[in-house]
């Protein structure tokens, strides 16, 4: 009897058993292809990210060379605006225009224009400009000439 209670009971717990087996299966099939389609959604999104990315590192790359072809611009722009006005100062009664540079705010202004001169000129003109200011004006002109020189080797 004991027999039969044992067999009967083993016979009630291995169908559950089998049972429950089989709806773990299910739902960890169910699982493993919801995770596969979230990876391939992920992969998906990763690849529109680098391609927004790459298009996003271009564009950067262009703006920086049109940035760079801008301010290679200004400075023609800027050095043409110092050798005209080199031109206009050179003209000038070298008096007159020595007392223009020394009422100049920016000495760095002054001293372009006075390298854009020729030689000869800018020295009568710096023989009526202010002391302090031609004193500032050389130091300027010093360093333009010492970085052009570094440019040229």
Same mark, same amino acid.
């Given at each position: 009897?004991?027999?039969?209670? *044992?067999?009967?009971?083993?016979?009630?717990? $291995?169908?559950? *058993?089998?049972?429950?087996?089989? $709806?773990?299966?299910?739902?960890? =099939?169910?699982?493993?292809?919801?995770?596969?389609?979230? =990876?391939?959604?992920?992969?998906?999104?990763?690849?529109?990210?680098?391609?927004?990315?790459? =298009?996003?590192?271009?564009?950067?790359?262009?703006?920086?060379?049109?940035?760079? *072809?801008?301010?290679?611009?200004?400075?023609?722009?800027?050095?043409?605006?110092?050798?005209?006005?080199?031109?206009?100062?050179?003209?000038?009664?070298?008096?007159?225009?020595?007392?223009?540079?020394?009422?100049?705010?920016?000495?760095?202004?002054? *001293?372009?224009?006075?390298?854009?001169? =020729?030689?000869?000129?800018?020295?009568?003109?710096?023989?009526? $400009?202010?002391?302090?200011?031609?004193?500032?004006?050389?130091?300027?002109?010093?360093?333009?000439?010492?970085s052009s020189s570094d440019g040229k080797s």
């Amino acid at each position: 009897m004991r027999f039969l209670i *044992a067999v009967l009971t083993l016979s009630l717990l $291995v169908p559950g *058993a089998l049972g429950q087996e089989k $709806v773990e299966k299910k739902e960890t =099939k169910k699982e493993i292809e919801r995770l596969l389609a979230l =990876k391939k959604e992920v992969e998906s999104l990763i690849k529109k990210n680098q391609e927004i990315l790459k =298009k996003i590192e271009e564009e950067r790359e262009k703006l920086k060379q049109e940035r760079k *072809a801008f301010q290679e611009e200004i400075e023609r722009a800027r050095s043409e605006r110092y050798k005209k006005l080199a031109k206009i100062f050179s003209k000038m009664d070298p008096e007159m225009a020595g007392q223009k540079i020394s009422e100049m705010s920016d000495p760095k202004e002054a *001293a372009l224009i006075i390298y854009n001169m =020729k030689s000869r000129i800018a020295g009568e003109i710096m023989n009526y $400009v202010d002391p302090k200011m031609v004193d500032k004006i050389v130091k300027i002109l010093t360093s333009l000439k010492s970085s052009s020189s570094d440019g040229k080797s």
